[in-house]
Every structure is written in structure tokens, then in C-alpha cells.
DNA sequence: CCCAGTCTTTACATCGATGTAAAAGACAGC
DNA sequence: GCTGTCTTTTACATCGATGTAAAGACTGGG
């Protein structure tokens, strides 16, 4: 910059004040130090900046596994999103460890980030205990902690609303095909409320909830979601309905289903969560829970540019409006099918 | 750092020096120090250091779509990569704008950015020239210029290989879905090489190339793939096999054909490009041209870091070794198909 | 033509970490 | 006990941009 300063013979102040507009610089001035910038190719360094002013414009966005659809169709929108408030998004991948997740919080502020969009798996109560001296985070997703801001859709509501639309369309023996009660499946975030919603949903129709028919899927990918319908194929337990916790889950689980012969939707209706581009493209567009997902990371961003504007904010929560899209994969009412009659 | 030196009784080089291993810090000082980092749960400032040494630990990711299945795949895959050298990466979207592209490269000294990896659409020379002034770039993706480190998959070969792999299934009108000769298909980085390869393929053949089966797909995602697909039904041209100059351009003129009444295998042939988790699982499991794509996202960063080190080395190029994995959606032959006799 | 009041520009200190060089301390050997 | 070597610690300057406060350049009114 004193480059510039001496080229345009003005002093460094000067510069910096035709940058950042911060004081007032006369016409011919200023078009002196532009023309120096220009000759000289000079861009100011960031790192300074940053050191000087405590931001560095850079906010961080973890999740689980980018290649699930939903990650990476949430990490577009959010870096659109940062992009239209002059901010650039440095990804981080938590592997759906909680480990790798509670340190990434907890070393937030070595990352040059001035603040965080995170989507958790399980969020330990430690991480919020150390709120204070961590960088603001919006968490994306259900946890059941209210002092961080937080952007969300109501699953619980949702699942519900899903599991009732597959019993009126002729399901009785639904599975729920990403968590369940007697594993860890309650404890975790946005898993144990799409798993309250089932079981809320086939409560009210008074269904019994069974639990072979309920099955965590670690990894929710297409592969996961795959694995955890060969799982319960393999036992031989019947069923007529599959909840799969998200699109990539509910597309693996139709593969499946398809390879053991089964037909969709006349033996099985299948529902996603999500509703990613795969989802209505698939061979039997698939029935899923819609919602925007570029309002949702504009709404995470300005929960979070304006805590990083005044940090005393009150902590906020921003529920986004979802909807159930009916498409093929629920026309039932399906004949009901198991791993024992098919052709494999 | 200075509370930290002060509690521990020591200058704040000292506590630098623990922090970085740079000189020998006596057993009983080093405990004391990290005692008091730990109690004042210190954290250094990247900020700080970043400007002292000239680098921050973070590189760019540039992409035209985070939503696509490759991309997304790539992102998981630098990102682990990078995770694993004690580095952070950053995205960016160039949303297949050349000028968004062109931008971030000449700005990128101004995103605290130590290293990129571009995965251009094309790339100016204009860029190029400015060089020296920028930081380290490796491009994932062919591009017609010999000046910076580069990782590719032979494209050229690899669609031509595919076209021969149709053909020898009883195929004899391909479309080709992402590019054409008549517009700018030919200018640009992957999607030329891809095009190239296809005429090789039907030239070898001595089958014609006929500007009605060249398509370009602006955005090659699967509803741009679905679109292309239309174009080509709407237009009533026979076809028998489609060469998709992605996966996910495949997947969306699957569903296309589909909703056509086409059948696949059994009256067009799909082949696509990537082997992203998607393709396996298709309705119809596609053929593919499939690749590591961690090995991919490695050898980026290894030339990355290692022009990091030393600018002064020659360009480099390494090419990732592919392979055509045929699967059920080129069955052939193929009795042909074309938007006239359709149902819809 | 001078002066108060306003608009521009300047000098300097600062953000936090770290390289350099020199001072202080530890230790062995005579 | 003293010197010389080697290790550990310190003081200071520096990376580049910018806030503060003060100096300098201008305007218009008298």
C-alpha cells in the first residue's frame, strides 16, 4: 500500500481511506491513487485487514457429509447467500462424529471465521457451554438447546404429516428408515425428531410402533440408505410403507427394493425428506417433504450477520415452512412386501 | 498471547516459540506456558499469523455448480484431502459465468487464499498472463494452455472410448448431450475434449456427424440434462444411444426418455461421465465413465502444496487413470427411439 | 485580505504473532 | 572459580491496513 501511497504521492492514509470510503477524498486525489492501484496491480491483503478490524469476512459452514444431496444443495444456497452479503464460506465435514464436530466448534476461533453455520448431528451441551467465547453460531437443524440461533423446519410436525399421508394412502406396516428408538436414535438432532414424528404419527392412527421396523442408517447417503433397506430385507420382516429420513436415504431404499423385486409404489410407498433435484427425477418420482432451501440458508445468514453485528442479541430461532409433495412414489395403496418372497 | 506470557512468567516469544516448536523451550517453561494457554483458553490468531508469515492454511475450491453430483464429490474429496495437510478450503461458485471465473482469479490474492484448484469452464488467457501475480492455481479439468499444474482424466479418450463401447452394443445415431460443434462447444475445457472424443469415436466409425444430435446443456445438472433431452424429442430426431457429458446431464435425460415412453436399455443406450454414487443406483444402473475421485482431489493438492513450497517449478500436468464401467443402461442393441411415435 | 469553520491529508500507534539478534543463564572442563 | 560453549530467554522490529488526532488546505463572510 505505501507503494501505492508514494506513486500516487499521497500518504498510506489516504489510500486506505479511497478503499474503505471511510473519510472523504477529493475527485482528482482519488482518481490519482485509483490510477496507482491499477498500474500497480495492488490488491489489499486480507489478513491484515483482518488482524486490524477482527473480521476477516469469512464464515464457516460444517456439515456432515457434502456428498449427500441435501449438504450439497444447502452448501450452494449458502454460499449464494454469503455471496450476496460480500462473504466467502469455508466448508468444513463432520462426518456425522460428534467428536470431530464438538472440536470444530470448540476451535471455531483459530479458523479466521467470523462466525459459523453448523448442521449437527448431536451438539454436546459442553460445545454451549463455551458459547461465550466462540464466534456466533447459527445451527441448522433441530437440536434440543435454545441459547444458539437456530434455523429450522418442524420435522417432528413433518414426519408426522408424512406417516399420516402413507396410512391414508392404504400403508399400515411403515418403515422408518434412518433411526430408531432403542439405538441412540432419540439423543440426536434433527434424527430424533423425524423419529418422535413417526412415532407420534402412527400413534394418533393408533398403530403399534414396532421396533423391526426401525432402523438407524449411520451414513445418510444413497449407499446408507441402501444398507439399511437390505437390512431389514434380509431379516424378512414385512412391510408395506418406507419413511426414509432423507431423499438420498428413500433412493438408495428404492434401489433395493427394486433389486429383491419388489414394485413401486404397488408393493411399497416410499417417502423422502428434503426434496433435493434427484428426488423428482428418480425412476418413481419420489413423494418428499419440500422446502425452500435458499430461504432457509437467507434465513441462516441473517440470523447470523446480524449477531455478528451485536453479539447481545437474544437468542433466535427461525422455523422455515415445509410442505409434503405427493408424486408417484406414495400412490398406493401398496400390497405389502418382504425380504422371504422375493425372487433373490 | 501477552496474558498468557504474563501468567506463565515468560515474554510472549517464549509462548510463541511453544506454540510453534521453532526454538528449544526448556520441559518445566513449556509446561507452565501451556498451563496458562490453557487456562486463559488460548487460542492463536490466524489473522495475525497469516500476516506475519505470509500464508493462511487456506485454499480456494472453485466450482461452476456446488449442486452437482461431481462437484459436490470433488468438494468431499479436497476436503478430506485438505483436512489431511493441515489446510481449510474455501468454495467458491462460478456458476459457468466465464467472468465470474475470470474475476475470482484475478481477485483471488485478495481471499487470504494461499493456493486454488479451478475447475474452470473456460478459462481466458487473459488470466493466464497475470500469473506470476497470483497465487499457486491447479486446474481439475482439461484446458487448452500448458502454464499452469493441471489434473485431468483423458476425456478425449475416454469419450471416445465410450462411443466405441455404444456402438459395439448395436448403437448407430449417439447424441451427444452437453455439447456441439455449431456453437461453442469446441471452446470450451471439458466439455471440448469431451465433444472431440465423440467425433474421433463416430469418425473411427465412419458413421456421420450430424449436427442434429449435438446438444449443448448450459448447465449440466440433471434438470439441464432433462432439458436437453426434450430439445432433441421435441425436434422428432431418431436416436438409438446418448453419450452425457455427465452423470447427472444422464440421469435427467433418463428420466426424460422415460416419461417419453422410451425404455432403457431396450430402445436407447445412456452412457454418462464421473461415476458419482448416483449412477449406480439409477433406475436403470448407468454406464459410466468412472475414476477415483480422491486420488483426483490428492494429486490436485499435492501439486497444490507442493507449488506452495517452491513457485519456481515447471508446470506439471497428471492425468488420473479412468475406466468405462458398462452397467445395465447400455444393454444393447437398442431398437431406436424419437419423440414422433411417443405416447406423450 | 484576514479569519473562523470546513474539508483533506498526514503522522503515529495499533491489531497479534514471529524472525532476528543479542542478552542471560546453564554447564562442563581446567 | 573462571572461561568458553551451548542453550534458553528477551527486546525489538516487522508483516499491511486503519482509527485517532492533529496539521494543513481550502471556502466564504466580513
Known amino acids: 500500500m505505501r507503494d501505492v501511497a508514494e506513486r500516487a504521492g499521497v500518504s498510506p492514509k489516504t489510500v486506505s481511506n479511497v478503499l474503505t470510503g471511510s473519510a472523504q477524498v477529493r475527485e482528482p ?7 496507482a492501484m491499477r498500474e500497480l496491480d495492488f490488491v489489499p491483503n486480507l489478513s491484515a ?12 459452514l460444517a456439515q456432515p457429509d457434502l456428498r449427500a444431496a441435501f449438504s450439497a ?16 464460506v469455508q466448508v468444513e465435514e463432520t462426518a456425522a462424529e460428534p467428536a470431530r464436530e464438538h472440536d ?16 449437527p448431528v448431536r451438539l454436546q451441551d459442553s460445545v454451549v457451554e463455551h458459547l461465550d467465547h466462540l464466534p456466533p453460531i447459527v445451527l441448522i437443524g433441530e437440536v434440543e438447546q ?11 410436525s413433518a414426519a408426522r404429516e408424512a406417516v399420516q399421508h402413507l396410512i391414508a394412502r392404504g400403508a399400515r406396516r411403515i418403515v422408518a428408515l434412518g433411526g430408531a428408538e432403542h439405538g441412540a436414535g432419540l439423543d440426536k438432532a434433527t434424527q430424533g425428531q423425524r423419529l418422535r414424528g413417526y412415532l407420534a404419527g402412527l400413534a394418533e392412527a393408533q398403530l403399534p410402533a414396532r421396533p423391526e421396523l426401525q432402523v438407524e ?71 418428499t417433504i419440500a422446502f425452500d432451501h435458499q430461504a432457509y440458508a437467507n434465513a441462516a445468514l441473517d440470523l447470523l450477520t446480524s449477531r455478528m453485528r451485536d453479539r447481545g442479541l437474544p437468542p433466535r430461532a427461525q422455523e422455515i415452512p415445509y410442505e409434503l409433495l405427493a408424486r408417484a412414489s406414495t400412490q398406493g395403496p401398496p400390497a405389502g412386501f418382504s425380504g ?5
Chains 1, 2 share one sequence.
Open 49 to 60: 485487514r483482518g488482524l486490524r478490524n477482527g473480521r476477516s469476512g469469512v464464515i464457516g
Open 73 to 88: 444443495s444447502m452448501t450452494h444456497a449458502v454460499v449464494e447467500a454469503a455471496h450476496a452479503r460480500g462473504l466467502v
Open 217 to 287: 442408517v449411520p451414513e445418510w447417503t444413497i449407499a446408507g440408505g441402501a444398507a439399511g433397506m437390505r437390512e431389514v430385507l434380509e431379516r424378512g420382516v414385512e412391510f408395506d410403507a418406507v419413511l426414509a429420513f432423507t431423499d438420498s436415504i428413500a433412493l438408495g431404499a428404492m434401489h433395493e427394493l427394486r433389486s429383491w423385486g419388489g414394485r413401486l409404489p404397488e408393493d411399497v410407498l416410499v417417502c423422502g425428506f428434503d426434496d433435493v433435484e434427484h428426488a423428482s427425477f428418480a425412476g418413481t418420482p419420489l413423494t
Open 104 to 119: 470444530l466448534v470448540t476451535r471455531a476461533r483459530t479458523h479466521l471465521i467470523d462466525g459459523m453455520i453448523l448442521n
Open 340 to 344: 422371504k418372497n422375493s425372487p433373490i
Open 29 to 35: 486525489t482519488r482518481l490519482r491513487v485509483e490510477q
Open 146 to 156: 435454545h441459547r444458539t440461533d437456530r434455523v429450522f423446519i418442524n420435522s417432528r
